[in-house]
């Protein structure tokens, strides 16, 4: 649009102007130009599904991690009580091998809290990134481009998509049905 | 000086992991009367109504931090002297400065072993 109106003025003023001003016209509409490239950088960046999948695709995950790190950790704890509770059984060296045991799976069960922390460290930065990208899509107006592949991203050749969110996965019983239904 | 491990224990940690954690350990180094609050306001509740002789606490909690609980601790008249040990991710030297302003006993990075948080219980019982 600029580099449009900049041609149109200096195809009708070129007689009038300067060479400086001929020179500062022809900066202003290549300005003009790499504003409007910019713009179609950004809508081929297809931002909306950055904001609407990509990154609460990523944040689901992180917090599938941290609810699956927390099921195992409690389950290790539950047997590591048990394990202290039998130590109170037995006396000597047995006793303190499995003090010391137990000891140290209690302190590398902490590792649940420290994940915990840093996981939701992530999650507050990628909600700031969909923050800043929302503002520039406002700011430069882009339409997206129309969509040209499916909406979820594909998986690397060969592999599978990893595990599934706990809401949409099936556990052992439910393929186990499945697999019956086949006969 | 001999420690009265009969002392009623205050943890205080939004992570039932932590607390759980922080328990077990605590019964191993013999404190059986363990007491435990999910954040600060639920502590200075149990604080007010109770007798603990020791508050561990996590700083990162909502609404109330580890930090405000603490400031709450040493504002109150009846709770003022009570040992109070924070254990955070935090290392932060900010943090720390922020913490002993506050009044802190003792400071207790995560990850943490058992004989950090037993030596750190000695040493703010030893001085109580």
Same mark, same amino acid.
């Given at each position: 649009?600029?580099?449009?109106?900049?041609?149109?003025?200096?195809?009708?003023?070129?007689?009038?102007?300067?060479?400086?001003?001929?020179?500062?016209?022809?900066?202003?509409?290549?300005?003009?130009?790499?504003?409007?490239?910019?713009?179609?950088?950004?809508?081929?960046?297809?931002?909306?599904?950055?904001?609407?999948?990509?990154?609460?695709?990523?944040?689901?995950?992180?917090?599938?991690?941290?609810?699956?790190?927390?099921?195992?950790?409690?389950?290790?704890?539950?047997?590591?009580?048990?394990?202290?509770? *039998? *130590?109170?059984?037995?006396?000597?060296?047995?006793?303190?091998?499995?003090?010391?045991?137990?000891?140290?799976?209690?302190?590398?069960?902490?590792?649940?809290?420290?994940?915990?922390?840093?996981?939701?460290?992530?999650?507050?930065?990628?909600?700031?990134?969909?923050?800043?990208?929302?503002?520039?899509?406002?700011?430069?107006?882009?339409?997206?481009?129309?969509?040209?592949?499916?909406?979820?991203?594909?998986?690397?050749?060969?592999? #599978?998509?990893?595990?599934?969110?706990?809401?949409?996965?099936?556990?052992?019983?439910?393929?186990?049905?499945? #697999?019956?239904?086949?006969? | 000086?001999?420690?009265?491990?009969?002392?009623? !224990?205050?943890?205080?940690?939004?992570?039932?992991?932590?607390?759980?954690?922080?328990?077990?350990?605590?019964?191993?180094?013999?404190?059986?009367? !363990?007491?435990?609050?999910?954040?600060?306001?639920?502590?200075?509740?149990?604080?007010?109504? $109770?007798?603990?002789?020791?508050?561990?606490?996590?700083?990162?909690?909502?609404?109330?931090? $580890?930090?405000?609980?603490?400031?709450? !601790?040493?504002?109150?008249?009846?709770?003022?002297?009570?040992?109070?040990?924070?254990?955070?991710?935090?290392?932060?030297?900010?943090?720390?400065?922020?913490?002993?302003?506050?009044?802190?006993?003792?400071?207790?990075?995560?990850?943490?072993?058992?004989?950090?948080?037993? $030596?750190?219980?000695?040493?703010?019982? $030893?001085?109580?």
């Amino acid at each position: 649009m600029v580099a449009e109106v900049v041609t149109a003025v200096l195809t009708t003023m070129s007689g009038d102007l300067s060479a400086t001003e001929t020179t500062l016209l022809g900066e202003v509409a290549a300005l003009g130009r790499t504003i409007a490239a910019a713009k179609q950088e950004i809508a081929a960046l297809r931002v909306d599904d950055i904001m609407d999948r990509d990154i609460p695709f990523a944040t689901d995950e992180l917090d599938a991690i941290v609810q699956h790190t927390a099921v195992a950790t409690h389950a290790i704890l539950e047997s590591c009580e048990m394990l202290d509770q *039998a *130590a109170t059984t037995v006396t000597g060296d047995l006793a303190a091998t499995l003090q010391d045991a137990v000891t140290k799976i209690y302190e590398a069960c902490s590792f649940q809290d420290i994940t915990g922390q840093r996981i939701t460290k992530v999650v507050t930065t990628l909600k700031a990134i969909e923050a800043k990208v929302s503002q520039i899509v406002t700011t430069f107006g882009v339409p997206a481009e129309p969509r040209e592949t499916s909406a979820a991203a594909p998986a690397p050749e060969g592999l #599978l998509n990893g595990p599934q969110l706990p809401s949409n996965a099936m556990d052992q019983s439910d393929i186990d049905k499945l #697999l019956a239904s086949f006969g | 000086m001999a420690i009265d491990k009969s002392m009623n !224990v205050l943890i205080v940690d939004d992570y039932k992991t932590m607390l759980r954690i922080i328990r077990n350990l605590l019964k191993q180094i013999e404190f059986s009367n !363990v007491e435990e609050a999910s954040d600060g306001a639920e502590a200075l509740s149990k604080l007010r109504t $109770g007798n603990f002789g020791l508050v561990i606490s996590d700083w990162n909690m909502a609404p109330m931090t $580890g930090l405000q609980l603490l400031q709450e !601790v040493r504002a109150d008249a009846k709770l003022k002297n009570v040992p109070f040990i924070m254990i955070t991710a935090e290392s932060k030297t900010e943090n720390v400065v922020a913490a002993k302003q506050a009044g802190v006993s003792n400071y207790i990075v995560k990850p943490f072993n058992a004989e950090t948080l037993k $030596g750190k219980i000695e040493m703010v019982l $030893g001085h109580a």
